[in-house]
């Protein structure tokens, strides 16, 4: 548990890593800066039928396909009352656009990595599937998002 | 030297292809100077460019190869042989090339025995010289040789002393060459003339005109181009919104300059699918001398350009499948010859352009398809059931090829017929968008027929809706569009759960893209109106029901995001005009449903075999049972037709009977959605068979019809055998041998335990329709059945097995027919007493005759039933009571 994606070198300031947070549910995550592209506002989506359920549609950004990540689906929460103003975090994967729906953006946080804990023991499954970790915050836990496993849907529930 | 090797290996690669097509053409026409003079002109370059840069290996072979074809150019005569170890220095070259590019050095080793067998073909005499063992006779013939090109070389001496002009010129710079800026600075007066020589033969007069430029260039202008189509639609949306804008006329402007920018690029990437065509003749030479074939490649239209992209995607498909026309296909000359063909196979390939597509065609004139073994393969293959494959219309079977693991090839060949099929072929073809389709005639040949689009990048689609979502399709599999309206002519017609639409008196099957798409809930629209957009995807047409219909646009296909990629239905997204991403239907994915769905079928095409059937009409007893669609039974099995008063059914054992004649008669329910009445009268259908009857209950006889009998769709529904049009309308055909186990278990069986084995008859038959139609009716009457599609098989059959009271045979067969196998089975002293009985739909005198004289003892129509039965009874007991 000592790296948190591929990219994130240029983060990672005399053993500091810079962390875009955000609320999904109730639950507080963090993602790696280098990771993120942008933050948007999820406009005109268009579904695909057949899709798994994590992938909400897809969506033009500024001449990009990008593909939208229902994050609570993925994550295993109730779902969202309705879409309106969902905003999302741009992340790019293999030249591919996805956008991960939140629930609201939150502050850049610089964090020392050597205050990132594994996970606990009793997380949620389908949290720990994608976590890279947690830091302990004032108040609450920061769960760290590994942005690569988040993205691996389709593949395997299709291959199996 | 990475750059400068770099260019030298394209450029050398590219000679190199050019040498293998001209080569093959020389040798076909080995007089022709000027192709010679191609050829030795590039190996001339080839040669020069490795002695620069340092390549000692290829310089030498290179050498080798110049030297003798600069004997050729001299007057000796042009062996297949000589040609051959030509073509192998030239292999023996790219090998090196290739070793080379991954390396950066030029691999170990040496070429002592091409550059020998090379050498020792250039000087034949020189050979005999020094060994003084050597046999007289290769001298003089080389003599003769020497004598025989006079005469030709007389004629064309202008050619002859430019050839040796050049030959002079050349050779002596060669050397100059081989050290570093000896070509380029030497004041060397030769050294001007080789340069002039070059200029003049069009190396330099090409570069004025053209430059190099990377790929990687022009993918991304293409990309940038695509970007401005996009956002051109965009602003054109804007303006439709806006009617008057100041804008209006400079975004006019730009929309035309878009236009033209996106042709001007798309030009550049265009390429004639020639190159794409190049290797073929060397590859169709090799194959003719590994085979002992003779083969006549003719291309047609090789000018034909597009996109190169679709082109590298193509250029493996195209190569496998004239390999494979080559390999399979053509026979050899002695088979040919047999055949009453030509002993040379001829494999055309031809290309031109229609609409935005292009249409590649490969036919050859070989034995064609044989549907038989493509079936049977198939079903050995578990890919179709034998039910399935008797169902099978001719088109749908020669359709077959395209399976995943079906190769009909019966020896695997170094040539063809790895495993690697024409599945593979048709998924490249797939992926480009393209459809492929196959047609043959077995015995005369086979032509498949590719039709791609030009581009991938940039494709017009057809914009509809479907359960509120907005959807493109690819205009290149649309045919047409209809609009379907409740009591119109055009509506939707439901056969069971299958929606169809009756399109110029064919059966086109349907689906509601929604549903396929799982979007409208179960159910969906059952309305008999809506938009319909005909499809076809190979020669399988079918219908998407839609709920609305757009525009036209060109789209930009851009790829799917790889999560999605599983999803079979979408080849692609892309952004429409309005800004909002919409998913790109894909053709094949549709198609696929509907073949899973209803065993899809075509239109416009009909069994080949089938024409007899499609001549004689028959009549039809119409009814309606538990649905409103119309069902059908041909009227000669039906025995009676009943009107029953109610009050006499009867309830016994859980089973409605009636007194009928003397004897109970169960009653049978068509299906689940006919009631027994209460009251009234119940109409039914009476089938009898040696006193035994039953009564099918049906809800109202309608009519009785004559037509032909086409099975268009085949069912899976037990109890129904398909669907046809009867009287311009759809109508389900019933099975009736489905039914009459369910009145009495024992009726075919029965009969079976009673009689001896020698009742066993086989029945050679090749329509499915009778297939399914006569055993019942034989069965009925107490005869084992035994069943064969063809004469092959029937002959395969009796091979093993001769307790047969009678053959009845089909006489309009594919392949063997019926009086053929008459011939074959009365040729076999073991078969030759069997009693032969021949059905068929019709017969003239004269042919009543010759079934005669083929040795048929009787002749029975096929709507015949009584006829039949009694005329098999006959003949089962005069062989009872001779033996």
New interface residues.
């Given amino acids: 548990m000592t790296n948190v994606g591929a990219n994130d070198n240029h983060s990672r300031l005399d053993g500091y890593v810079e962390y875009v947070t955000a609320t999904i549910g109730e639950q507080a995550f963090g993602l790696p800066i280098a990771r993120v592209q942008d933050v948007f506002m999820l406009e005109k989506l268009t579904r695909v039928p057949l899709a798994p359920p994590e992938i909400a549609g897809v969506l033009n950004l500024r001449g990009r396909i990008v593909t939208a990540i229902d994050m609570r689906e993925r994550l295993g929460l109730e779902r969202r009352r309705n879409d309106e103003s969902a905003i999302a975090i741009g992340i790019e994967c293999n030249g591919e656009s996805y956008g991960l729906m939140i629930d609201a953006i939150g502050e850049v946080l610089k964090l020392a990595e050597d205050t990132r804990e594994s996970n606990p023991a009793n997380l949620d499954k389908r949290l720990a599937s994608v976590s890279a970790g947690v830091h302990r915050l004032e108040g609450q836990l920061l769960v760290v998002l590994d942005v690569d496993r988040v993205l691996e849907i389709g593949l395997n529930a299709k291959a199996a | 030297m990475d750059d400068l090797l770099r260019e030298f290996l394209t450029e050398t690669n590219e000679s190199l292809d050019t040498i293998d097509v001209e080569l093959v053409r020389f040798e076909q026409d080995p007089n022709n100077a000027q192709i010679l003079g191609n050829i030795f002109r590039l190996v001339h370059t080839v040669k020069g460019t490795c002695g620069f840069l340092g390549l000692p290996r290829l310089e030498a072979l290179a050498h080798a190869a110049e030297t003798l074809m600069g004997k050729f150019r001299d007057g000796m005569p042009v062996t297949a042989d000589a040609v051959t170890v030509i073509l192998e220095s030239i292999d023996r070259i790219k090998e090196i090339l290739t070793d080379l590019e991954a390396t950066q050095q030029e691999p170990q080793g040496a070429d002592t025995d091409l550059i020998g067998s090379l050498e020792r073909l250039a000087f034949p005499v020189a050979a005999t010289r020094a060994d003084a063992a050597a046999k007289q006779a290769a001298g003089t013939l080389v003599r003769q040789a020497l004598e025989r090109p006079l005469r030709p070389g007389e004629v064309s001496l202008d050619e002859l002393e430019r050839a040796f002009r050049e030959t002079a010129v050349e050779i002596e710079p060669a050397f100059p060459a081989k050290e570093p800026d000896g070509a380029s600075a030497a004041p060397a007066s030769a050294a001007k003339v080789f340069r002039d020589v070059d200029d003049e033969t069009g190396a330099g007069k090409l570069a004025s005109q053209s430059i190099r430029v990377s790929v990687n260039t022009l993918e991304h202008l293409m990309t940038m181009v695509s970007?401005l189509v996009?956002?051109r639609n965009q602003l054109l949306e804007i303006a439709r919104r806006d009617e008057d804008t100041d804008f209006k006329v400079p975004l006019q402007r730009l929309s035309h300059v878009t236009a033209e920018l996106q042709e001007g690029v798309m030009k550049t990437r265009m390429q004639p699918i020639g190159n794409a065509w190049q290797k073929l003749p060397r590859v169709v030479r090799d194959l003719a001398a590994e085979l002992g074939k003779e083969i006549d490649l003719q291309m047609v239209g090789a000018e034909t350009e597009l996109d190169r992209q679709v082109l590298d995607l193509i250029r493996d498909p195209l190569t496998h499948m004239v390999r494979n026309s080559a390999d399979h296909a053509l026979e050899r000359p002695a088979d040919r010859r047999a055949a009453g063909k030509p002993e040379t196979g001829t494999i055309r390939l031809s290309a031109y352009h229609e609409g935005g597509h292009i249409i590649v065609q490969i036919a050859d004139d070989g034995r064609g398809l044989h549907v038989e073994k493509v079936k049977a393969k198939a079903i050995a293959n578990g890919l179709i059931t034998e039910a399935e494959a008797a169902k099978m219309t001719e088109a749908q079977a020669q359709r077959l090829i395209f399976a995943p693991g079906l190769s009909t090839a019966q020896a695997i060949t170094s040539i063809s017929g790895r495993g690697v099929g024409m599945d593979v072929v048709k998924t490249n073809i797939d992926q480009i968008g393209g459809t492929i389709d196959v047609k043959s005639v077995l015995g005369v040949g086979a032509t498949f027929t590719i039709k791609i689009p030009l581009t991938l990048a940039i494709v017009s689609a057809l914009i509809v809706e479907a359960a509120g979502?907005r959807f493109a399709i690819p205009q290149l599999a649309v045919i047409e569009l209809v609009r379907a309206q409740a009591n119109s002519d055009s509506r939707i017609e439901r056969i069971k759960d299958t929606p169809i639409l009756r399109l110029r008196d064919k059966l086109l099957p349907l689906v509601d893209l929604g549903r396929v798409?799982?979007?409208s809930a179960g159910q969906g629209s059952n309305a008999a109106s809506g938009f319909i957009v005909v499809m076809q995807v190979g020669s399988q047409k079918f219908g998407v029901v839609v709920d609305d219909l757009f525009h036209t646009e060109e789209i930009v296909v851009?790829p799917m995001?790889?999560?999605?990629r599983?999803?079979g239905?979408?080849s692609g997204?892309?952004?429409l005009g309005d800004?909002?991403?919409?998913?790109i239907i894909d053709p094949n994915g549709i198609a696929e449903t509907i073949g899973a769905a209803s065993n899809a079928n075509e239109l416009g095409e009909t069994e080949a075999h089938s024409a007899s059937l499609e001549d004689a009409t028959q009549a039809f007893l119409v009814f309606r049972a538990g649905s409103p669609e119309l069902k059908a039974v041909p009227l000669s099995l039906v025995t009676r037709l009943e009107e029953i008063d109610c009050a006499r059914i009867e309830m016994s054992n859980g089973r409605h009977l009636v007194q009928y004649r003397g004897h109970l008669m169960p009653l049978v329910r068509m299906n689940d959605g006919v009631q027994v009445r209460g009251r009234g009268v119940q109409p039914m259908l009476v089938f009898s068979d040696e006193g035994r009857s039953m009564g099918l209950v049906v809800d109202e006889i309608v009519d009785i019809a004559e037509d032909k009998l086409t099975i268009e769709i085949a069912s899976q529904t037990p109890g129904v055998l398909g669907s046809a049009v009867i009287r311009g309308k759809a109508t389900e055909i019933i099975d009736v041998g489905h039914f009459l186990p369910q009145a009495f278990e024992d009726w075919f069986r029965r009969k079976e335990d009673t009689r001896a084995s020698a009742q066993r008859v086989l029945l050679v038959e090749d329509s499915s329709f009778f297939r399914n139609m006569l055993p019942p009716v034989l069965q009925a009457a107490g005869f084992r059945v035994v069943v064969a599609v063809d004469g092959e098989e029937a002959l395969a059959i009796l091979k093993k097995d001769r307790e047969f009271a009678a053959i009845i045979t089909d006489l309009e067969m594919p392949g063997m027919d019926g009086l053929q196998l008459a011939a074959a089975i009365r040729d076999d002293s073991r078969t030759a007493h069997i009693p032969l009985l021949a059905i068929s739909s019709y017969a003239s005198p004269a042919m009543l005759e010759r079934i005669r004289q083929a040795g048929f003892r009787e002749f029975v129509a096929k709507f015949d039933r009584p006829g039949l039965i009694s005329a098999v009874k006959g003949l089962c007991t005069e062989l009872v009571e001779a033996a």
């Avoid at chain 2, 995001?561 to 999605?564: A, V």
């Avoid at chain 2, 800004?579 to 998913?583: D, K, L, P």
């Fill in positions: 970007e996009l956002a979502e798409l799982e979007l851009k995001s790889s999560r999605l599983h999803i239905m979408f997204n892309t952004i800004g909002s991403v919409i998913m």
